[in-house]
């Protein structure tokens, strides 16, 4: 069954540390493959996305994720964390050609940032 | 920017009423969505609509329904509310481009059903 996995529930670091967010999906074909953000009270707002081409895609807020075909995997990573970043990061995926009805959510991590 | 407004923040109903959330945006998109999320089981979508007048079940579509008479407007109605409809409800919508067109949501209305 296609799925999309995030291991990670909560994670927390500390302010200007590194930051990788796992996800893995289970898929046929590659899929077309989205980060979206979640700050608290808000709705989700898109960071990033990988169609095809350049597997390290580069996104908003100072986010990037590379592609892993091998691993199937698209994590999501920022070199120095921000207070600001704290909130709940969703991956999710739609099968390739599809609509984005199709799109699929992972369950979410939520992402602590002490000062 | 695109402008995904939901009527309400929170709401507050009882278990039996008749429940309308509303959701407008501001950018002519032809696709809309209403999403239900709930801790540990993320973003599911309840349905989804097209065109005007069009509409699709999602993966929960059970308990629910929708209304969309004007493009703008996509309307999620609850017509017996139960207490496992107590939820953060999302409305989404997106251009008719399909994947490559981001999905823009609002700000969600958190939904209490006693």
């Known amino acids: 069954a296609q799925s999309v996995t995030q291991p990670d529930i909560h994670i927390t670091v500390s302010e200007g540390a590194s930051l990788e967010l796992r996800c893995n999906y289970s898929y046929g074909a590659t899929p077309y493959l989205f980060w979206y953000v979640q700050s608290p009270g808000q709705g989700l707002q898109l960071l990033l996305k990988?169609?095809?081409?350049?597997?390290l895609v580069q996104g908003i807020k100072g986010f990037e994720a590379e592609f892993k075909r091998s691993q199937s995997s698209f994590n999501l990573r920022k070199p120095s964390v921000h207070w600001s970043d704290a909130a709940e990061y969703f991956c999710a995926v739609v099968p390739s050609g599809a609509g984005s009805y199709q799109l699929t959510f992972g369950k979410g991590t939520k992402l602590s940032v002490i000062p | 920017d695109v402008k995904v407004t939901q009527s309400s923040r929170y709401l507050v109903k009882r278990t039996g009423e008749k429940v309308f959330l509303e959701c407008v945006q501001d950018m002519d998109h032809e696709n809309m969505f209403w999403y239900r999320q709930d801790p540990g089981l993320g973003l599911r979508l309840i349905y989804f609509s097209y065109d005007v007048k069009m509409k699709e079940k999602g993966d929960i579509p059970e308990g629910y329904s929708v209304s969309r008479e004007k493009k703008e407007r996509f309307s999620l109605i609850l017509e017996s509310a139960s207490t496992n409809q107590t939820s953060m409800y999302l409305c989404?919508?997106?251009?008719?481009?399909?994947?490559?067109?981001?999905?823009?949501f609002g700000n969600g209305t958190r939904l209490t059903v006693t």
């Open positions: 989404a919508s997106s251009a008719r481009d399909g994947y490559n067109s981001p999905l823009h």
């Open positions: 990988y169609f095809s081409g350049d597997t």
